[in-house]
């Protein structure tokens, strides 16, 4: 079976992209999947998360350009199953080279489709810069869905519908038809104050079954985690961000059952 590619994205700054990337890949890892989280991020916070160095040249820059192979930047980290190509600043040169190049959308895809195409990983995660540039499209143009973290405040309905209509734009300009929504993850949810409540109320609203039930707490453990270069899971095994984290994973096998066998056609 071919790995699932999915990009974790949002134009939004600090909306728990990274934290979803790292965490929820963790949980998937627990629960038997094998995952290659891929840092598509010059800030390479998923690296330095999970406890890798930023490393000079250790980056998708040179895959994306051609001159190194997926598999060389491959990294483990302390988790079974879950593996990452890490990131560091370098990669923000991809925004400027990239577009100069023939096929400028399809670089990432052409990039892992040999690996994804393989059975060594039965996902792949990108975790994607906060902004629209170049490499955001390249991931969007790879991936077989996007995952979107949306923060639970105020603005978080403007950024929302950026998002749908530019993965619309996407799937029109037939640069991929087939990009789904995996699924909207509401973070940081405070379930103390109104507002909270009303975020999740509206995106529900606006995009009903495609938000997960779990929501993810704002818990300074799951803050905390990242400076211990590891995810919350490993770091605090009884926190409510590590039982939010699992949940979702649950949320998120259940819903790729449920697409893989859709139930029985009823029988007029
Ligand atoms: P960027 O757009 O810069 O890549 P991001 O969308 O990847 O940011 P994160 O880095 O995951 O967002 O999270 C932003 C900040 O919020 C981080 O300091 C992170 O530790 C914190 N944070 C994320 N999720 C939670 C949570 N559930 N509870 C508390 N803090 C959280
Ligand atoms: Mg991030």
Redesign the pocket.
Known sequence: MPARIIAVA?Q??????????INLSAALAERGRRVLILDF?P?A?ATSGLGLEKTDGQSLYSVLLGEATLESRIKPTSVKRLEIVPSEVNLAGAEVDIPRMDRYLQRLREAIRPLADTDRYDLLVV????SLGILTMNALTAADSILL?IQCEYYALEGLSVMIRLIEQIRNSGANPKLEIEGIVM???DQRTNLSQQVVQQVVQHLGEKVFETL?????R??EA?SYGQPVLTYDRNCT?TA?YRQLAREFLARERERAAPADPVVA
């Open positions: 949002n939004k700054g600090g909306v728990g992209k990274t934290t979803t990337t991020d800030q916070n975790d994607c810069p906060p973290p973070t940081m949810y993810i707490p704002r818990s300074v799951v803050s990242p961000g939010a």
